[in-house]
């Protein structure tokens, strides 16, 4: 077996999310440590602000954030 000593890339908690915003109904993509607030792509509507580390959702952000699984 190999081992696997590298010392690496500090993994990040981080993913891709999708929402829809409640305004539009439009369902979007975004990275949870987004450095820029989110923004509906369609109607521009601010769904989650960035706070330096983990995004935080606004109230036009859906309830329902899934998580985008990615390789
Ligand atoms: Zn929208």
């Not at 521009?44 to 998580?67: C, M, P, Q």
């Amino acid at each position: 077996m190999v081992k696997k000593e590298r010392i690496g890339i500090p993994r990040p908690s981080s993913q891709f999310l999708s929402g829809t915003c409640v305004k539009c109904g439009t369902e979007n993509v975004f990275y949870s440590n987004s450095t820029e607030p989110v923004k509906c792509k369609q109607c521009g509507e601010i769904l989650a602000h960035n706070t330096g580390g983990k995004i935080e959702y606004t109230d036009s952000l859906a309830a329902e954030v899934k998580r985008l699984d990615y390789t």
